[in-house]
């Protein structure tokens, strides 16, 4: 047999070892011998084929191996192995996608306790039940909530009177909308107090 053909035997079972190192768990065992067995193939091709083959041999190393990597890692996931070690992470579907949309509609929505909230419980919002959480402590049955937040499937409520009335518009605060012609007093800022006095 020709010495090329041993060179190239070496080759192949050096690629079939990094591919079979995705394959079977042998704690990186497969991928010493394939790095190995490649280096073998190498020298092989350079001693008995000359260095014309051998660099031949090397080149096909250095760009064959990342690509046959790259095919293993992408194989990988749907091994057994793969779907062992890898979480599933199911693909939310079209209704949790509508179910999603609708609980962000929900906030700033208001509602009654159905029951007290320590913090977790139940509350009617716009005729539904929901799971909520209470973000402003205990809520007694009956109390009227409101919706801050919805994170994810979490409903988020305080109470309707915690709430902090909305923040007065440039506009509000005076006719030409420009605040800093209001009198200081206006603004709700107390007067300033000569420390030195």
Not at 47 to 57: K, M, N, Q, R
Not at 133 to 145: C, P
């Amino acid at each position: 047999m020709p010495p090329i053909y041993f060179a190239l035997i070496l080759m192949v079972i050096a690629f079939a070892l990094i591919f079979l190192e995705f394959l079977l768990p042998s704690a990186g065992i497969l991928g010493v011998l394939a790095f190995f067995t490649m280096l073998s193939s190498i020298g092989w091709a350079y001693y008995y084929c000359g260095p014309t083959v051998g660099t031949i041999f090397l080149g096909v190393a250095v760009i064959a191996m990342p690509a046959v990597f790259g095919i293993a890692v992408k194989f990988w996931p749907h091994t057994p192995i793969g779907k062992l070690v890898l979480l599933n992470t199911p693909s939310s579907t079209k209704e949790e996608e509508a179910e999603k949309e609708h609980l962000t509609r929900l906030v700033g929505k208001l509602g009654v306790a159905t029951c007290t909230l320590l913090p977790g419980g139940y509350a009617d919002i716009e005729g539904e039940s929901w799971n909520v959480i209470s973000e402003s402590g205990a809520i007694e049955s009956g109390e009227k909530i409101e919706v801050v937040e919805v994170d994810g499937t979490r409903i988020v409520v305080v109470r309707a009177e915690d709430q902090s009335p909305s923040a007065p518009t440039a506009a509000d605060q005076t006719a030409d909308g420009n605040p800093f012609t209001q009198p200081i007093d206006s603004l709700g800022i107390d007067s300033f107090e000569d420390p030195f006095a």
